[in-house]
């Protein structure tokens, strides 16, 4: 069976994903605006709320760089200014969001070790074992 992410949550299992509606705010922006898109995911936002939004940051030129270094070609989305503007749109929803949402800016600019060793910092408070 196919189960979500509160099944688990309610039998004890912890959720980590890689997307979640604060995401949709981003890149949902370009086409309605903010507070209609932060409107249309207000059910999810208040049925199943993270515990804590980790925005992992990087300039635009990294995005490019990292694109370029692991793949063949771009997509259709994948270019300086689509990018520009998602890393902007972040930017208002996180400050949209900041009363309401538990959300940590990273610098993604750092090595993966650092951005993972600050990550469990944030987590380990939050997840009993």
Request: charged letters at 20%; aromatic letters at 12%; a negative charge.
């Amino acid at each position: 069976p196919n189960y979500g992410m509160l099944h688990y949550l309610t039998n004890g299992h912890h959720v980590v994903c890689d997307r979640y509606y604060i995401s949709s705010y981003a890149y949902h922006v370009p086409h309605v605006s903010l507070p209609w898109v932060i409107e249309a995911n207000s059910i999810a936002a208040s049925l199943l709320k993270a515990d804590i939004t980790f925005y992992i940051d990087i300039s635009v030129e990294t995005s490019l760089k990292r694109i370029a270094n692991n793949r063949n070609s771009f997509d259709l989305y994948e270019n300086k200014e689509r990018i520009e503007l998602v890393r902007s749109n972040y930017y208002n929803a996180i400050e949209a969001s900041k009363d309401s949402e538990n959300i940590v800016i990273i610098d993604g600019e750092k090595s993966m070790d650092i951005v993972f060793e600050e990550i469990v910092g944030y987590v380990s408070g939050l997840i009993s074992t």
